[in-house]
């Protein structure tokens, strides 16, 4: 079956960067729009980031100038590149693949991000 496996995450200095990737397997990858959602602990899962098939990109206000989404189709891989972290920025970070027309929406397990002096 389809996976999509999180790496990156780890704890960070607020000012500091990470970069986080989600890695799919047994997935057309270059016809999907990937995502980057998060939870933080007690909150709803919202959307960080999303990148389109065809590149193009877009971002939650609480991001924009932050963070960058990017994917390298011929590794099947996405990116989500952040930098001048917050400590609001702590939460678990989820990677999305989504396709409408096929009707098919694929997570993967998550990665914890923690911003702390």
């Known amino acids: 079956q389809v996976q999509l496996v999180e790496s990156g995450g780890g704890l960070v200095q607020p000012g500091g960067s990470l970069r986080l990737s989600c890695a799919g397997s047994?997935?057309?990858?270059?016809?999907?729009?990937m995502a980057w959602y998060r939870q933080a602990p007690g909150k709803q899962r919202e959307l960080a980031a999303t990148?389109?098939?065809?590149?193009?990109?877009n971002y939650a206000d609480s991001v924009k100038g932050r963070f960058a989404i990017s994917r390298d189709n011929a590794k099947n891989t996405v990116y989500l590149q952040m930098n001048a972290l917050k400590p609001e920025d702590t939460a678990v970070y989820y990677c999305?693949?989504?396709?409408?027309?096929?009707?098919?929406?694929?997570w993967g397990q998550g990665t914890q991000v923690t911003v702390s002096s």
């Open positions: 999305n693949a989504d396709n409408a027309r096929l009707g098919a929406s694929y």
């Open positions: 047994r997935i057309f990858f270059s016809i999907y729009t």
């Open positions: 990148i389109t098939s065809g590149g193009n990109t």
